[in-house]
């Protein structure tokens, strides 16, 4: 049996954002909660009065103060009410009721409620079929009004229409307002012309530092795969270590490939495994496919622990990793590592390795099958 460690990976792709969803976190989002954004100045007593209940969890007085502001005509009223509705507080939960008082909102005025009804609009949500058109419109108008996450949003729908100039345009005008998402997507964007405008290449570092700076951990892996194609290693492990602290599983792939081959730092296998494992447990695909050969071969470890292995390798294999599927197949074929010998599943997770481009398995099926 023969395996080797996958190599680095790269942020390759455009910060996304996450829709709103009330009930969940938002990762690396920059988008403040309507209970903690300011209200218009007329509007201050019952907001204010609104956001204090809330916070109290009195949530049904809450909501009937929003409904007397609704009634009195008050726009960011129907936006909180719509809020209450999307996360079942003083009232059912009814994503339908939320997305009706978002709109009443949004057509009011309130650039919060322009931003919820967007976000409904673009996960078709509330019985609001997708319209990413009129989605970036109601995005637009909230980020004209302020809400600097709107732009990055409205940018993300340029992005998937192709318009990458207005992409362009709107996550400027965000990165510049401070927003860490939109830095990281301006630096991408420069980072893709760089190869036909020399001097995109130092834009793009400057936007991935400016992101960095506002504590995103992407960015900061980026700047290590910068630093590692420009040969200054230690300095790119001085970055990955910030990202994986961070628990950018990426980061710490790359940073436990340094560990293990000595490059920029002293080598460390047990360290190297350690990181592989924080970042397998995170669902990195390539750390778990190299947890299961330091496992394999002992490395890092104070003894080989083939069963470990198996499981992080049939995981990684059954997540779509190449090498994995290889390297599983063989296993499969040879009965080794103690896996039970089966030459129809190892065919089949070598014909998986093969489709997905993996010229040593492509190499082993010609043979299988000859």
């Given at each position: 049996m023969t395996a080797a460690v996958a190599s680095m990976e790269q942020e390759q792709d455009l910060a996304r954002g996450e829709l709103h969803n009330p009930s969940n976190g938002a990762g690396e989002t920059d988008l403040e909660l309507p209970f903690d954004a300011p209200p218009a100045a007329e509007d201050v007593e019952l907001i204010r009065s609104a956001k204090?209940?809330?916070?109290?969890?009195?949530?049904?007085?809450?909501?009937?103060?929003?409904?007397?502001?609704?009634?009195?005509?008050?726009?960011?009223?129907?936006?909180?009410?719509?809020?209450?509705?999307?996360?079942?507080?003083?009232?059912?939960?009814?994503?339908?009721?939320?997305?009706?008082?978002?709109?009443?909102?949004?057509?009011?005025?309130?650039?919060?409620?322009?931003?919820?009804?967007?976000?409904?609009?673009?996960?078709?949500?509330?019985?609001?079929?997708?319209?990413?058109?009129?989605?970036?419109?109601?995005?637009?108008?909230?980020?004209?009004?302020?809400?600097?996450?709107?732009?990055?949003?409205?940018?993300?729908?340029?992005?998937?229409?192709?318009?990458?100039?207005?992409?362009?345009?709107?996550?400027?005008?965000?990165?510049?307002?401070?927003?860490?998402?939109?830095?990281?997507?301006?630096?991408?964007?420069?980072?893709?012309?760089?190869?036909?405008?020399?001097?995109?290449?130092?834009?793009?570092?400057?936007?991935?530092?400016?992101?960095?700076?506002?504590?995103?951990?992407r960015a900061l892996n980026a700047l290590g795969r910068i630093s590692q194609r420009r040969g200054n290693m230690p300095a790119a492990v001085?970055?990955?270590?910030?990202?994986?602290?961070?628990?950018?599983?990426?980061?710490?792939?790359?940073?436990?490939?340094?560990?293990?081959?000595?490059?920029?730092?002293?080598?460390?296998?047990?360290?190297?495994?350690?990181?592989?494992?924080?970042?397998?447990?995170?669902g990195n695909i390539p750390s778990q496919y190299n947890l299961s050969v330091c496992l394999l071969k002992g490395i890092g470890v104070e003894v080989p622990d083939a069963p470990e292995a198996l499981l992080w390798l049939q995981k990684s294999a059954e997540e779509g990793d190449p090498e994995g599927c290889l390297l599983y197949g063989n296993i499969l074929r040879r009965g080794e590592s103690g896996a039970i010998k089966d030459e129809k599943l190892a065919h089949e997770y070598i014909s998986k390795a093969a489709a997905l481009g993996n010229k040593a398995a492509q190499a082993a099926l010609l043979h299988l099958e000859h």
């Open positions: 204090e209940l809330y916070k109290a969890h009195n949530y049904e007085e809450c909501v009937a103060v929003l409904r007397r502001g609704g009634a009195s005509g008050i726009p960011a009223a129907h936006t909180l009410l719509g809020e209450c509705f999307a996360q079942g507080k003083g009232v059912k939960q009814d994503w339908a009721s939320a997305a009706k008082c978002y709109r009443v909102g949004a057509m009011l005025g309130d650039p919060l409620g322009a931003f919820r009804l967007a976000a409904c609009l673009q996960r078709d949500k509330g019985g609001t079929e997708r319209n990413d058109k009129e989605a970036l419109e109601w995005y637009q108008k909230a980020g004209a009004a302020g809400v600097t996450e709107a732009l990055f949003r409205a940018g993300v729908i340029c992005v998937d229409g192709k318009d990458l100039v207005s992409a362009m345009k709107l996550f400027l005008t965000a990165a510049r307002n401070g927003h860490k998402g939109s830095a990281y997507n301006v630096a991408v964007l420069f980072q893709q012309i760089s190869a036909v405008d020399k001097n995109a290449e130092a834009e793009s570092v400057k936007w991935f530092m400016r992101s960095a700076d506002r504590g995103s951990s001085e970055f990955w270590q910030k990202a994986a602290q961070k628990g950018n599983a990426k980061a710490m792939q790359n940073l436990a490939i340094c560990y293990l081959k000595g490059e920029g730092v002293e080598a460390n296998a047990v360290e190297a495994v350690r990181l592989f494992r924080n970042a397998a447990e995170l």
